[in-house]
């Protein structure tokens, strides 16, 4: 009989090997599926994993890797402060749509100047945007005891109204033909984000890299990093090393808020664009798989971010080449997470063999 | 642009290599929703399926299904571009920039965009004129209803979505003064979840007759939960309701299309055009009218159906005025196609503002 035993402290290397064994077991158990469903299942996850960074077309997919991934390793970045305090902000989509519109706006209500200082008015902009609509959730939690979990998670459907609401209104492309959408910031010079299209760099492929680095140095080097994880780890420590929780809240939710509202300023001035309906596309809710599966650690997150990037532009290329389904290549990323949760059990348990006696 | 002159000199040498292998065409599909959703990207599958069946061996298909409007659009048809398609239909009109994006990059693939207005040298537009269908549905649901009240599930307050109120709503009222309309937006193409959500607040409003603008057909199954609600099949002919709520359907029927435009890559007469029909050239359809609805309302709704497609009649026949009273089509005057394709007004009679 196999049991499970509690260790007295959870394995290191556990804790490491979890991923790569998550990773394994998606690979395996996705293979099965795609077996089953009448593919070569060598064949379908090599092209999900091989097939962008190496194929053929490889120079055209690892640019798009680094579109993709950025959003996502920027969003992911701040939820795991708050995730490593204990401090749920589910809401990170809504905060990414807030800080596109604010930015957006700026940019637009600029147009058609053209000078050096709207770009970075714009990315003020969508931090503060990002940041305001986390502060809900933060003052409600602080002033009346809300749970930030359905709070800001709420606030994620409210921001798509909004966003349709500009979309529709305000911000529309006066030139449109009354097709809702705002003007392409593609063709608006300095409200971009882009540094080179043909190497997928832009503004949030750089903030991202920025947001790792500055991460890391909090959460090791610094006073308030060491207090995010003692509040995490030990509440009761926390309160006696003197940390005061509701300044923690705001400073968590204000800085996940603002890091996803930075994201969606980059993704509006870069790859997407426009402000449009369908603006928003799940990178706040995809970026808490990234945060976990990256261990809520910097370095884990830009790796998690990268492979989460992988999963998707391989997808899209499994589905036409190979013609497997959309819902495939999703039930593919959502086994990656179970597995991970699954795995992660052996980091804090060992299993042992029993002689199937019962004590 | 390095990257451009890359992707063309890759795309060109693969087009040369796959041509001197074999004189199969591929023909790229990119669909906003599943397959499986019983709608419109159904119907742009079966007309995938018939291009198939018409060319055999001389095509091949693929498609990437569920693509999101945006950046993602965009990749998905790049990466088609670079695996050899020399056709690719984009079937949404949300994927209107990225398919001039990609089609700059691809200037020897050919682009064939759903509902939009941006063409180019390789890049065509296609559309349906599915207002002549809702004049017909107008007519039976006016004459259907007892409560007069009709409701409405909008999809965007977008100019096509807008017509097909105003075409319903004229050809209600014109068969029966009394009725209203109320309207719902859920400002999506597919969600079964808000779609009855839209349906169940509707009937709740009074409403004996539900028309949709949204692609599931869980609208039919919260009329059929209601009963004594009918409805109608959106973008296809949802005809497993026609025991049920179900009494006639507009249809999409893409495939005469699909096929025309794939022959004409292969016999390399591709041009730009800019297509919008209807009934007369049987890009819309009309589903069976079922026996739940009187005979002489059918021979009706067959009639107009018959003097729309001959051209005889034009559903935006005026005098029609606007909203606010002011006039937007004097007695015997016709819409014409420009003022349809962006219209952003209701006409005169219904009631709330458009969303903006």
């Known amino acids: 009989m196999i049991m499970l035993e509690k260790r007295p402290q959870p394995s290191r290397v556990w804790s490491m090997a979890t991923p790569l064994v998550a990773v394994l077991a998606t690979m395996f158990f996705g293979g099965l599926l795609f077996m089953v469903l009448g593919k070569n299942p060598v064949e379908a996850i090599k092209t999900i994993f091989y097939e962008p960074l190496f194929g053929e077309f ?30 749920w902000n589910i809401g990170a989509e809504g905060q990414y749509i807030v800080g596109a519109l604010v930015g957006a706006g700026v940019g637009l209500a600029f147009y058609p100047l053209e000078a050096w200082y709207v770009f970075p008015l714009m990315v003020i902009g969508g931090a503060f945007g990002g940041w305001a609509w986390a502060m809900i959730p933060a003052l ?80 090791n080097r610094h006073m308030l990093g060491f207090h995010i994880r003692l509040t995490g780890e030990a509440p009761r420590a926390a309160k006696f090393a003197g940390v005061n929780p509701k300044r923690l809240v705001v400073f968590v939710l204000g800085m996940s808020g603002a890091l996803a509202g930075l994201a969606g300023l980059f993704e509006v001035a870069g790859p997407s664009g426009q402000i449009s309906l369908n603006f928003n596309v799940g990178y706040g809710f995809t970026a808490i798989i990234v945060a976990f599966l990256g261990r809520l650690h910097p370095v884990g997150i830009l790796l998690a971010g990268g492979l989460m990037a992988l999963t998707y532009i391989g997808g899209e290329i499994a589905q036409s080449n190979l013609g497997l389904p959309a819902s495939a290549i999703q039930v593919f990323q959502g086994m990656l997470l179970f597995f991970l949760l699954a795995v992660d059990i052996l980091t804090n348990y060992r299993l042992r063999l029993s002689a199937g006696k019962v004590a | 642009m390095k990257l451009t002159k890359l992707l063309t000199s890759a795309a060109l040498a693969l087009g040369m290599a796959t041509g001197a292998m074999a004189d199969t065409t591929k023909v790229g599909f990119v669909y ?15 007309g995938r399926l018939a291009v198939e069946a018409e060319f055999g061996d001389a095509v091949e298909t693929t498609y990437v299904e569920n693509v999101a409007e945006g950046p993602d659009a965009e990749r998905v048809m790049t990466q088609m571009a670079l695996s050899g398609a020399k056709l690719i239909f984009t079937t949404s009109f949300g994927f209107m920039d990225p398919t001039i994006n990609v089609a700059k990059k691809f200037p020897n693939v050919k682009f064939e965009h759903a509902t939009g207005y941006k063409t180019a040298d390789n890049v065509s537009v296609y559309s349906a004129r599915f207002y002549e269908g809702r004049a017909i549905q107008g007519t039976i649901a006016g004459r259907m209803t007892k409560s007069n009240v009709i409701g409405y599930i909008g999809s965007f307050p977008i100019p096509e979505v807008i017509r097909g109120i105003n075409s319903a709503y004229i050809h209600a009222k014109k068969v029966n003064p009394d009725v209203t309309f109320k309207i719902v937006w859920v400002y999506t193409w597919f969600d079964p979840a808000k779609e009855t959500d839209a349906a169940k607040a509707l009937i709740e409003q009074g409403a004996d007759v539900i028309l949709q603008h ?51 890559v292969i016999d390399g007469t591709w041009e730009t055009v800019n297509t919008w029909d209807g009934i007369g050239r049987g890009m819309v359809g009309i589903g069976e009218i079922t026996d739940k609805v009187p005979a002489d309302v059918k021979a009706e709704a067959l009639a107009l159906k018959a003097s729309i497609a001959s051209g005889e009649y034009h559903p935006f026949t005026g005098p029609i005025n606007k909203q606010d009273g002011s006039v937007w089509l004097k007695d015997g005057e016709t819409a014409d196609d420009g003022t349809l394709a962006g219209m952003g007004f209701y006409v005169e009679g219904i009631e709330g503002d458009i969303p903006s």
């Open chain 1, 58 to 87: 490889a120079f055209y997919y690892r640019p798009q890797l680094l579109v993709k991934g950025a959003p996502l390793v920027l969003i992911a970045i701040g939820l795991s402060l708050g995730f490593k305090a204990g401090i």
């Open chain 1, 140 to 219: 409600l939690k602080v002033r009346f005891g809300t749970n930030e979990i359905l709070v800001s998670l709420m606030l994620v459907y409210v921001a798509e109204q909004f966003l349709a609401s500009m979309s529709l209104g305000l911000m529309k492309n006066p030139d449109g033909f009354g097709f809702p959408g705002s003007r392409n910031l593609n063709d608006y010079a300095s409200a971009n984000s882009w540094i080179s299209q043909d190497t997928g760099m832009h503004w949030g492929v750089v903030a991202a890299f920025i947001a790792v680095i500055f991460s890391y140095i909090l959460l």
């Open chain 2, 32 to 46: 906003v929703g599943p397959v499986g959703d019983g709608g419109w990207t159904y119907e742009h599958d079966k």
């Open chain 2, 214 to 264: 949204t692609d599931s057909t869980s609208v039919l199954t919260a009329a059929a939960e209601a009963g004594n609600v009918i409805g109608f099949g959106q973008a296809s002919d949802m005809a497993e309701y026609a025991d049920g709520p179900r009494v006639s359907s507009i249809i999409d029927n893409w495939a005469p299309y699909y096929i025309e435009r794939t022959r004409a």
